[in-house]
C-alpha cells in the first residue's frame, strides 16, 4: 500500500528537503508528483540518491487521486491552492503561517501534540509550526509534563535559511564583498546581515513586537497550553542553517539542573549534550542536516523561584520544517487517520 504525494513548492529550501527527507525515511509513496510555479515547470528536482522528478505546474495541476499534499510554497499561494486540494480529497499539511491559528487547523508536532491531528478532516488541512516554535516546543514537552511551565522568556538566533534561498544567498555575497570590498547590496534583510546580527523578523505588529514572536508567543499557546506566558525576542544572525535558542523558564514545581536533565533525555526528539567543559555543548553548524532538537547549557536560574535556563539548537530546514511536514504524515498514516 502506498500513497500518491503532492510536494507544493518543490524547488525551494524546504520543498527539497521534504523531498530528501521522505526518501531518507521511505515513506510509504506509490508516487511523488513535484509542483511549483509555471516558470519552474520542467525543472528536475532530486528525489533519494539516484531518482529526479521533473516539475509539474501548481496552477493547472488536477488533485483528484492525490492522498497527501506537503506544501511550502509562500502563504499567498497556500491560502489559494490548500483549500483547492483539500476540497479534491487529500490530506495537505502546509507548512506556511496562513492557517496555524485556524481554531479548525491542528497545530502539530509529533512529540508534543499527535492528539490534535484527530481533528484534521474539519479543513482537511493540518499546519506545520513555525520553525523556532517547533524546537521550542519539543524541548518545553517533557519539562511542562512534570513541572508545570508558568513562564518562558526565549530568545532566538535564526540562520538565513529561515528566509529563504535568496536570503542565504544575500549572506554569501554580502560576505564576499566585504573581503573583496565590493559595495554591500540589501534585498531581502533590512540591515547588513554579514558579520552583523538584526533583531528583527518578518513585519512590526502594532505592540512593538515582531510577527515572528508573536507566532512564537501563540503557537506556543495552541501546541503546549493557553496558560503558558511567552516573552520572546527573535534575532536574525550570519548562520546559513540552523536555529538557536537561549531559554528561560519558570515552573510550578521545584526543578533542578539533574531532574530536567532526566525529563529530556526520556523525551522523544530531543537530545541532550551538556558537558560543562570547552565543546560540550552543540552549535547551529553542527546541528546542519541532523534530525534531533538538541539541549545544551542546562542550569537552574536561581534569580526566580523553580528557574531553569538552557540552550537549544536544532535544524531549522529540517525539524524545524521538512521533518516535521514529514513526520505529521507518518503518524496520520501510524493512527490509521487517512
Ligand atoms: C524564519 N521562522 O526563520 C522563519 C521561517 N519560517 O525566518
Redesign the pocket.
Known amino acids: 500500500m502506498g500513497y500518491k504525494v503532492a510536494v507544493v513548492g518543490a524547488t525551494g529550501n524546504v520543498g527539497r528537503e521534504i523531498l530528501k527527507t521522505m526518501a531518507e525515511r521511505g515513506f510509504p509513496a506509490k508516487e511523488v508528483v513535484a509542483l511549483a510555479s509555471s516558470r519552474s515547470v520542467g525543472v528536475e528536482i532530486s528525489y533519494g540518491e539516484d531518482k529526479t522528478l521533473k516539475c509539474q505546474d501548481l496552477a493547472t495541476f488536477d488533485f483528484t487521486g492525490t492522498d497527501i499534499v506537503l506544501s511550502s510554497p509562500g502563504g499567498k499561494i497556500s491560502a489559494e491552492f490548500s483549500p483547492k486540494a483539500a476540497a479534491a480529497g487529500a490530506v495537505v499539511i502546509d507548512n506556511t503561517s496562513h492557517f496555524r491559528m485556524d481554531p479548525e487547523v491542528p497545530l502539530v508536532v509529533p512529540e508534543v501534540n499527535p492528539e490534535a491531528l484527530e481533528g484534521w478532516r474539519k479543513k482537511g488541512i493540518i499546519a506545520n509550526p513555525?520553525?523556532?516554535t517547533i524546537q521550542m516546543v519539543a524541548a518545553l514537552k517533557p519539562l511542562h509534563e512534570k513541572f508545570g511551565i508558568k513562564r518562558v522568556v526565549v530568545s532566538t538566533y535564526?540562520?538565513v535559511s529561515?528566509?529563504g534561498k535568496e536570503a542565504m544567498d544575500e549572506l554569501f555575497t554580502q560576505t564576499r564583498a566585504i573581503y573583496v570590498n565590493d559595495p554591500i547590496v540589501k534585498e531581502k534583510f533590512t540591515k547588513q546581515i554579514a558579520f552583523n546580527v538584526i533583531p528583527h523578523?518578518?513585519v512590526f505588529m502594532d505592540d512593538g513586537s515582531t510577527k515572528?514572536e508573536w507566532k512564537m508567543v501563540v503557537e506556543t499557546k495552541k501546541i503546549l497550553d493557553p496558560k503558558i506566558k511567552v516573552s520572546a525576542t527573535c534575532v536574525r544572525v550570519p548562520v546559513f542553517v540552523g536555529?538557536a535558542e537561549s531559554i528561560n523558564i519558570e515552573c510550578e514545581k521545584e526543578i533542578t539542573t539533574e531532574s530536567a536533565r532526566e525529563a529530556f533525555k526520556e523525551a522523544d526528539g530531543v537530545t541532550v549534550v551538556d558537558f560543562r567543559q570547552d565543546e560540550g555543548y552543540v552549535t547551529p553548524e553542527e546541528c546542519a542536516g541532523e534530525d534531533a532538537v538538541y539541549v545544551s547549557r542546562i542550569r537552574e536560574d536561581i534569580s526566580v523561584e523553580n528557574g531553569l535556563n538552557f540552550w537549544c539548537v536544532s535544524d531549522?530546514l529540517r525539524k524545524?520544517?521538512a521533518l516535521n511536514t514529514v513526520q505529521i504524515a507518518e503518524e496520520l498514516i501510524k493512527r490509521d487517520l487517512l
Open positions: 513555525n520553525c523556532s535564526q540562520s529561515g528566509g523578523i518578518d515572528e536555529h531549522n524545524g520544517a
